[in-house]
């Protein structure tokens, strides 16, 4: 089992910029992908940007790239987001997930593991 937490949702102005994190622990040494997810009310879960645990290597959706950008520090099982450029349609609750299968990329069913969430909200 792996134990996913995020942090680091707040209120924030368009424009502004925020991190998000997210701690894992538990049987983490198999996880071949970590991801960032955004649900928004009434929308469906959507991919933001996933990380190749071990190699590093970075997707996003075509929504945050060149705004958003993740990271790993493997050595303390963290992941995070950093968010510049925030709009509106940011807002969302984000969740960090992360998958053992190799295929993993932008599909939620995936992910093995969730994260409860964390709010975001940038107001205009």
């Known amino acids: 089992q792996v134990q996913l937490v995020e942090s680091g949702g707040r209120l924030v102005q368009a424009g502004g910029s925020l991190r998000l994190s997210c701690a894992a622990s538990g049987r983490s040494f198999s996880t071949f992908a970590m991801a960032w997810f955004r649900q928004a009310p009434g929308q469906e879960r959507e991919f933001v940007a996933r990380?190749?645990?071990?190699?590093?290597?970075?997707n996003y959706a075509d929504s945050v790239k060149g705004r958003f950008t993740i990271s790993r520090d493997n050595a303390n099982n963290r992941m995070y987001l950093q968010m510049n450029s925030l709009k509106p349609e940011d807002t969302a609750v984000y969740y960090c997930?992360?998958?053992?299968?190799?295929?993993?990329?932008?599909?939620?069913?995936?992910?093995?593991?969730w994260g409860q969430g964390t709010q975001v909200t940038v107001s205009s």
């Open positions: 990380v190749i645990w071990t190699a590093g290597i970075t």
């Open positions: 997930a992360s998958a053992e299968r190799p295929d993993a990329y932008s599909y939620t069913w995936a992910y093995d593991y």
